[in-house]
């Protein structure tokens, strides 16, 4: 590591409770506006079952287990960077929040189905989300180790 990377990498690993007002909330404003992107770029809008064509009776999800599997990844990868960072009830702010708040959104503004299964499934992902960044944050937390001129209080 050159001695003008290392600057920039103390820079992104310093604690945001110990930084100025404006750069703590701008990070933590661009890391919820990341996860808000990771799920509208690997999530569908409309997440209710469909027939898979007219009159049949077999229904189909529109989500793909690829798009699944990337959410979860960019998640974890938010997850570990702002658990890292942040205390952890920022982080599930910052990670867990706007997907779920976008999943209630895409669910409730559709037209209602025979069956109202979807608080259910809203319910469980919003878990779901919770605890997996909860987790990963204090993980990573915890592997960050060795570094105890992370954990000083701002003077």
């Known amino acids: 590591m050159t001695a003008t990377a290392s600057p920039r990498l103390a820079l992104l690993l ?5 930084t100025a007002p404006l750069p703590r909330y701008a990070t933590r404003i661009l890391g919820a506006t990341l996860a808000a992107g990771a799920y509208v770029a690997c999530l569908p809008w409309d997440l209710r ?5 007219p009159g049949a009776l077999h229904e189909t999800s529109p989500v793909s287990g690829a798009g699944v599997t990337l959410l979860s990844v960019a998640l974890l990868a938010l997850a570990a960077y702002f658990g890292v960072r942040d205390r952890p009830a920022w982080t599930l702010l910052v990670v867990a929040v706007p997907p779920a708040t976008l999943m209630y959104v895409s ?3 559709h037209p209602t189905q025979d069956a109202q299964v979807w608080p259910l499934a809203w319910a469980a992902c919003t878990l779901l989300f919770g605890a997996g ?3 990963t944050a204090v993980v990573a937390r915890r592997l960050r180790g060795g570094r105890p001129e992370l954990d000083e209080a701002p003077r």
């Open 14 to 18: 310093t604690p945001l409770r110990q």
């Open 49 to 53: 079952n469909r027939p898979e064509t």
């Open 133 to 135: 960044t909860l987790v």
């Open 107 to 109: 669910f409730d503004t």
